[in-house]
């Protein structure tokens, strides 16, 4: 059974950067397009960055573009969200999330068509 395990959430000052980690679990990780999603209190949860299977293939959300970046280490079994120029508008929970069972191309960036989910992990940012 595959597991998605988020790391390297924190607090932070506005200007400031973080990198999250999201460890899977299993073999076939190569298989899966990534993703990571965010929701703030009160909002629903919203796309932030996707990745295709090789790595190739990256999409930012318009509002992170410039300042996040995503990738992925195959070896590792582990996608990355480095996270710079945050501002208090990108607090949130983010999620890791994996498309797995279903034919991946490219990058994926709504919330149904990915599979499982991680736990999530807060990050906090303060003017």
């Known amino acids: 059974q595959v597991q998605l395990v988020e790391s390297g959430g924190g607090s932070v000052q506005a200007g400031g950067s973080l990198r999250l980690s999201c460890a899977a679990s299993?073999?076939?990780?190569?298989?899966?397009?990534m993703g990571w999603f965010r929701q703030a209190p009160g909002k629903e949860r919203e796309f932030a960055a996707g990745i295709s299977r090789s790595g190739v293939s990256t999409s930012l959300a318009d509002s992170v573009k410039g300042r996040f970046s995503i990738s992925r280490d195959n070896v590792r079994n582990t996608v990355y969200l480095q996270m710079n120029s945050l501002q208090p508008e990108d607090t949130a929970v983010y999620y890791c999330?994996?498309?797995?069972?279903?034919?991946?191309?490219?990058?994926?960036?709504?919330?149904?068509?990915?599979?499982?989910w991680g736990q999530g992990t807060q990050v906090t940012v303060s003017s």
């Open positions: 299993g073999r076939t990780f190569s298989n899966y397009a």
């Open positions: 999330a994996a498309r797995i069972g279903r034919p991946s191309r490219g990058t994926y960036s709504e919330v149904d068509e990915y599979d499982l």
